[in-house]
């Protein structure tokens, strides 16, 4: 079993910037591929930002390369997302989810791909 928790999420206006932060536990962040998805009221969930389990390769949505980032610390077991330059359409619920295996490929865009996912953290981007 591994526990997702996000937390950072918040109030920010465009331009503006946030870090969110995803706390694992049941497993650590080493062994484990992370990937951040956001979700805006009526719409689908989306990918945003994944990263390998040694940390040496990310994968991201072309909506967010550039200005999002996407880390981890071991020591803290803890992934996180630096988004800078937000705009109102980054604005939804954001979620990061855990997948138990494998190497990051292009199929962890997609959700059915991960096991565990946190309980999301509410970003709201006004214009």
């Known amino acids: 079993q591994v526990q997702l928790v996000e937390s950072g999420g918040g109030l920010v206006q465009a331009g503006d910037s946030l870090r969110l932060s995803c706390a694992a536990s049941g497993r650590t962040v080493s062994t484990i591929v992370v990937g951040w998805f956001r979700q805006a009221p009526g719409k689908e969930r989306e990918f945003v930002a994944a990263?390998?389990?040694?940390?040496?390769?990310?994968l991201y949505a072309d909506s967010v390369k550039g200005r999002f980032a996407i880390s981890k610390d071991d020591t803290r077991n803890t992934v996180y997302l630096q988004m800078n330059g937000l705009k109102p359409d980054d604005t939804g619920v954001y979620y990061c989810?855990?997948?138990?295996?494998?190497?990051?490929?292009?199929?962890?865009?997609?959700?059915?791909?991960?096991?565990?996912w946190g309980q999301g953290t509410q970003v709201t981007v006004s214009s």
């Open positions: 989810a855990a997948s138990l295996g494998g190497t990051l490929s292009a199929r962890y865009r997609f959700p059915q791909t991960y096991d565990y």
């Open positions: 990263i390998s389990r040694s940390g040496g390769i990310t």
